[in-house]
């Protein structure tokens, strides 16, 4: 898609209906799991008796949650292969890949924070904070589903791999449970203040709903992704340093 596609009036197309789709399946499939799984948790605290018991008793919360966890996981075998097919067969340019510039504009903006510069980090389709978010939940999706698996399928884990210590299962629960709640506090203290209570989007960032983003936001927030697109240079500015075309 070319940029003059993307660029309407006063506002940019940043995510197409498939991304905006699997964001908010996520939502759900990740709410959900999340309830179920920090109710067993903590099973013996009331807030987490009256819900194993308004969803209908321990069995069905575990029911719930693995077939829950079989979705989310073929969620996050469908993003991996998506991704690998773009960037692969239709030329997708890496734009969630960490690079050297990510560290050097992290720099920028500490500098920036603290008033020893007066321009912050010109970033490009993501910044270095969102690739962070990106990489958190994606390889800590991996692992939930790697040890979510582990402790569904104990004997079988071991008749396909014997070799496996023994320990491999106690250290799934530990893994499990722990990713389970940094995933949670990531997710509703960064994530959250990023996309509700951080001032430059409050009281929502809407782009991941309408697919939208302001032009004022891109000049601010993506410059280099906004020269890319328009061919027009910002005050300022320096040429884009990542020229590749970006995925829906
Ligand atoms: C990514 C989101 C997920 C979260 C937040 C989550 C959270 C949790 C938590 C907190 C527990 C309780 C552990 C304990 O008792 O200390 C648990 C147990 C469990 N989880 Fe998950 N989980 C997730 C994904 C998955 C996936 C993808 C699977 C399987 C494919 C899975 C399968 C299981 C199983 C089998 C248990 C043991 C309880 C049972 O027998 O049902 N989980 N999970």
């Known amino acids: 898609m070319s940029g003059k596609d993307r660029h309407g009036e006063g506002k940019f197309k940043r995510f197409g209906p498939y991304r905006i789709i699997e964001h908010q399946a996520n939502v759900v499939v990740f709410a959900v799991l999340v309830i179920t799984g920090l109710s067993q948790r903590y099973h013996a605290a009331s807030w987490a008796q009256w819900l194993v018991m308004t969803l209908g008793g321990i069995d069905m919360v575990r029911f719930i949650h693995r077939s829950t966890g079989l979705v989310f996981s073929l969620f996050l075998i469908q993003h991996i292969a998506v991704a690998a097919y773009g960037l ?3 030329k997708w340019g890496p734009s969630m890949i960490i690079n050297k510039k990510d560290f050097s504009d992290a720099i920028d903006n500490l500098r920036y924070y ?7 980090a010109r970033c ?13 939940v994606t390889v800590g999706g991996v692992l939930m589903v790697i040890t979510g698996l582990t402790l569904w399928f104990p004997t079988e884990i ?13 250290a799934a629960k530990v893994a499990h449970t722990n990713e389970a709640m940094l995933a949670f506090l990531v997710i509703a203290i960064w994530h959250i203040y990023n996309s509700i209570f951080s001032p430059e989007v409050f009281p929502l960032d809407t782009s991941i709903f309408t697919g939208w983003i ?12 906004y020269e890319r697109l328009t061919g027009e240079k910002l005050e300022g500015g320096h040429e884009a ?3 590749g075309l970006t995925d829906d």
Do not use: A, N, V
């Not at 603290?114 to 912050?120: A, E, M, N, V, Y």
């Open 88 to 90: 692969i067969f239709k």
């Open 114 to 120: 603290f008033g020893i510069t007066d321009r912050p």
């Open 124 to 136: 490009d389709r993501y910044d270095y904070k969102q690739k962070f978010e990106y990489w958190g």
């Open 158 to 170: 071991f008749s396909l791999l014997p070799m496996l210590p023994g320990q491999i299962i106690p």
């Open 214 to 225: 302001s032009e004022e936001r891109m000049i601010h927030e993506h410059p280099l992704e």
């Open 241 to 243: 340093e990542t020229k």
